[in-house]
Structures are given as C-alpha cells and as structure tokens.
C-alpha cells in the first residue's frame, strides 16, 4: 500500500501523508481515523479538542524572562511543577513543522494565560516579579510529529493484515466491508491516537464583599473557599508582618510563601480548588484586601 511507503520515511511531507490517509479513511467508511486525521491536519479546536492525544501533551521547563540575563529557571514546588509545565499541543502538524524550522529551531516559548501568568508572579518573591514561560525543546514537538508517522504506518499495516490492500486509492466493496466489520483496524487499538483532556478554566469569583484593610471580611471570603481556621490564622500573621505591598503583582515574603502553600495543597488535592483557580482566587482576594484591585 502506498500508505506504507509514505509513512516509514520522514523524506515525504507529513501534510501529503495525512491527506492521503484522509482519502483512505474516507473510502473505507472509518469515521474515526478520519476525525482524528482531520484533526491533526487543522488542529485541535473545538469538540476536537476533548480527543487530543496523550502524544500531544508535553511538559517544558519553567523559566522567568530577566531582562538582563534571559531565561532562567523559575523553582516552585513539585507537584505545582509538574501540573504548571504541562501543555496541550493542539496546533496543526504543518504549524508544529514550521515552529521546529523557525529561526528559534533549539527551543520554542510557551506563554501562560493572563490568570495563569498572575498566579505564577504571585508567588516570586521579589519587588519586580518576572514573567514565567514554558521553555520547550524543539525535539519534543518533533516527537509529535514522528508518532503521527508511526501510528499510520501500524493502521496502513494492520489493512493490509486484513487484506485490504486497495488498487492505488481504489477499493473492492469486500475490502469496504472488511475494514468496517474488522475489529483489529478499529482506533483504540492504536496506543496513543486518542486521549482525554480536559481545558484548565480559571473559575471567576466574586470578591465584592471583601473590604480593604479589614481582615475579617477576607477571612469570612476564605472560608466560603474551603480555608480551615489555622489556615486563615497563619495568613493573619503573614499579613501582619509584611509590609504592605504596592502592587498585586508582588506581594510580602510571607504572604506568597503562604500563597504557594494553599497553591501546592491544591495541586496534591488537599484543597477542592484547581491550581490555576487556586493561585488566581487568592492573588484577586489579597488585592481587593489591600486596595490594589
């Protein structure tokens, strides 16, 4: 099958191979491979994106953007690490092929969302807080791309291994029929082509009733949020020995080590609060507290 030939060298354009296998797919009536085709030639949008492959979801590394030195490493704890430097890569496989030729060919950057972004600098101890970014290597997009190839060439296999060799993009009605019957061609078989994620959503709160300078309202906030009382207690201190901050973005020492606390306990699921949530809840509610927002 020409399918074959196409997918076990890298020298053919991985674009023409998707397309030729949009056309067997499409002939043999396998609804499936052709969703998941389609969507690696445009990309991952939509209802598409509740099938992104576990293949497209990659981890960077964490680094701040110094003006004066450039990327440097960004150390928060490890279990927000690991949820913070995960990405779904949802673009198409052209647009990955491109960001792996541009002129940054060693690595790519990964913004945060603004939420994602204001959570993060939240937690940097420092009178300027730089801005975190993912860094990736561009190896690992390339990774994406080589598996494309390989679950092609296991699908173009496994027709031929049910007979359904076509007469160049031609097929029989017995090979039609064999292709939808056969469970042995059927998506699930290949590892990999279909995952489950779901989008991380920064979920909106209201802090109205918080009243600057007046920690009995924050605290009454909090533990509508699921805060215990010595959790509350220790943020009273925190607030009560640092020097009050000039802007959201940069909080007191101790109140962003407490800050990166309630952020990791939500990471290990102490707290019922996502991680991107959690940072941004409590960056929004210490703002209103101090009058900065």
């Given amino acids: 099958m020409q399918l074959q030939e196409l997918a076990s060298s890298s020298d ?50 964490l680094q701040v953007q110094n003006p004066y030195h450039g990327l440097q490493p960004f150390l928060v704890p490890q279990q927000l690490h690991d949820r913070v430097t995960e990405i779904n890569i949802t673009e198409s496989v052209a647009s990955i092929h491109q960001l792996i030729t541009g002129p940054e060919q060693g690595h790519i950057v ?69 292709a939808m019957q056969s469970q042995n061609i059927r998506i699930e078989n290949f590892q990999g082509i279909l995952g489950n994620v779901q989008d991380s959503s920064v979920t909106q709160t209201n802090t109205q009733t918080i009243t600057p300078s007046d920690f009995s309202s924050l605290a009454r906030y909090l533990t509508t949020k699921g805060l215990n009382e010595d959790q509350i207690r220790e943020l009273e201190i925190a607030v009560q020995e640092d020097p009050e901050p000039r802007s959201d973005k940069g909080f007191g020492p101790r109140v962003s080590a407490w800050m990166g606390k309630m952020v990791t306990l939500a990471a290990s699921g102490g707290w019922e609060v996502g991680v991107a949530t959690a940072g941004t809840l409590l960056a929004t509610a210490l703002g209103k507290f101090y009058g900065l927002g």
């Fill in 110 to 178: 990964s913004f945060f969302t603004p939420d994602q972004e204001r959570m993060l600098m939240s937690l940097q101890q420092s009178i300027v807080p730089l801005r975190p970014v993912r860094v990736v290597g561009a190896n690992k997009l390339l990774a994406i791309l080589n598996t494309v190839r390989t679950r092609i060439l296991e699908w173009a296999l496994s027709l031929e291994s049910e007979g359904i060799l076509g007469d160049g993009l031609s097929f029989s009605a017995s090979e039609k029929k064999t």
């Fill in 12 to 61: 053919h354009d991985i674009s023409e191979l998707l397309r030729k296998s949009l056309m067997v797919a499409t002939k043999l009536g396998l609804s499936e491979f052709r969703d998941w085709i389609m969507a690696e030639l445009n990309g991952y949008s939509g209802k598409s994106r509740e099938m992104l492959p576990d293949y497209r979801v990659i981890h960077g590394q």
